[in-house]
């Protein structure tokens, strides 16, 4: 059954006991009420139901002050049975007052937007301190539950108020992560409802399975060392790292592979010194299409050392200014398309050179294959493609020289005509945008 949200599905002495004794409320996973939990309001909505019909209870002072659907306090020396009984509470915080009105205990709910590639395993966990141990959710997939962030003296001795991020992290899976205080710009956290996006997807660079990560080379020889700041060198020109990756000659794909591997223990995985959870630790690589990049942390850059050299073309260093390095190579970057070409099952893409275009001498320009650069868009946000910088002659074109594009996408049912200009650089962060206008015109109805 489904998150009640009606009391006519809560059930006295059934799935919602009152103990007028010791003032308790127990919420239990009986008569339709299963783990997928109660709304706080509905609990709520409940009681008020059952002291307003029941001889007994209306003896005694109304647990509950509503604040708002998504936000109580217990009062009048009532409070939750167990934990077993918050665990099932949905879409609601609260905090437990005392008789001047000062927290005892207070729980916010999380609430994740967005889904889990697959609800029944993938499961969430968080940090609720920066020193603190991580913590899985009760349930897995997408989370809608209660989390203690305050207890005073009697009641935990805790304050989780002010620090609180959420990880997803599942093998061969994309990575989530969400720090609510940073991301919401709040200073403190409350007994209240926090709605968050996180979610995940299959991730097509790991191929290779966790017994063939720890057993087998090159990952065994590969690594990862904090550092206060390390030089090195890029076409010529030094540049400062924190964080150094040793690619032990794997290829970018074993490299990331490694590292998300990495970033899945519950142990330090740092090879110096410094210590780092990995399970809690920033991510450090990232795929744009085919091409790795580092990525900039509150430590600092990062680089990869001991890359096969195969892939010097396809990678980006961040580093400790948060720029972008890259070796002189064959360029590279991605097309970039908005919704309206995305939805289109029509749209189609070309680059051109500029030079020619607008006339019958148009050429378009071919990638480092010698393919041209040109396609239907197929429902993808972005395709990545590559340029022979240092030899393509096309068209006249002097090698080794930013290349001006002309580039142009065009759907039908939901995207407008779109140009875009601009230049080819020596680099493999090009990107070039297609934000089309939403189709309003367009008929076609035979």
């Not at 207890?151 to 997803?168: E, M, P, Q, S, V």
């Not at 795929?287 to 600092?300: E, P, Q, R, S």
């Not at 050429?363 to 197929?378: A, E, F, K, M, Q």
């Not at 200009?421 to 962060?429: P, R, V």
Request: charged fraction near 15%; glycine fraction near 8%; charge should be negative.
């Amino acid at each position: 059954m489904a998150k009640i949200v009606d009391p006519d599905f809560l059930y006295r002495d059934l799935n919602v006991i009152f103990d007028t004794t010791g003032k308790t409320i127990s919420v239990l996973q009986a008569s339709g009420l299963t783990s997928a939990g109660v709304t706080l309001q509905c609990l709520y909505s409940f009681c008020k139901e059952q002291w307003k019909s029941q001889n007994d209870l209306i003896k005694y002072p109304f647990p509950w002050i509503a604040i708002t659907a998504e936000q109580f306090e217990l009062i009048n020396g009532w409070n939750f049975k167990s934990s077993g009984s918050t665990v099932l509470i949905r879409d609601g915080g609260w905090a437990l007052k005392d008789t001047n009105g000062n927290s005892q205990e207070e729980y916010m709910n999380l609430t994740t937007l967005g889904s889990f590639n697959n609800s029944s395993v993938d499961t969430a966990y968080y940090q609720q301190s920066s020193t603190g141990t991580s913590t899985a959710t009760v349930y897995p997939g997408e989370v809608n539950q209660a989390i203690k962030i305050y207890g005073d003296a009697t009641h935990g001795n805790i304050n989780y108020r002010t620090y609180f991020k959420i990880y997803l992290r599942e093998q061969a899976k994309s990575y989530g992560y969400y720090d609510l205080i940073v991301a919401q710009n709040l200073s403190t956290l409350t007994y209240k409802k926090y709605a968050l996006p996180i979610s995940n997807a299959l991730d097509l660079k790991i191929t290779h399975s966790d017994t063939v990560i720890t057993g087998s080379t090159p990952y065994t020889g590969m690594s990862i060392t904090w550092t206060t700041g390390t030089t090195r060198t890029i076409g010529g020109i030094p540049y400062t790292f924190s964080i150094l990756i040793n690619g032990n000659n794997g290829t970018a794909e074993q490299i990331y592979e490694y590292v998300q591997w990495s970033l899945r223990q519950p142990t330090d995985i740092d090879a110096s010194i410094v210590s780092r959870i990995g399970k809690t630790s920033q991510e450090l690589l990232t795929f744009v299409g085919d091409a790795l990049k580092t990525n900039y942390t509150t430590d600092g850059g990062v680089f990869i050392d001991n890359f096969l050299a195969a892939d010097t073309n396809r990678l980006t260093f961040t580093d400790n200014t948060n720029t972008q390095r890259t070796f002189p190579y064959v360029a590279a970057g991605n097309l970039v398309f908005n919704d309206n070409l995305k939805n289109d099952t029509d749209a189609r893409y070309w680059v051109f050179f500029t030079t020619g275009f607008d006339s019958s001498s148009a050429l378009i320009v071919n990638d480092n294959s010698g393919n041209p650069i040109t396609g239907s868009i197929s429902g993808r946000t972005s395709i990545s493609f590559d340029f022979d910088y240092q030899n393509n002659t096309q068209g006249g074109r002097t090698p080794n020289t930013d290349a001006n594009y002309t580039a142009i996408a065009i759907g039908l049912s939901t995207g407008q005509y779109v140009l875009s200009t601009g230049s080819i650089t020596k680099s493999t962060a090009n990107s070039i945008n297609f934000v089309a206008a939403l189709e309003r015109n367009y008929s076609n109805p035979i």
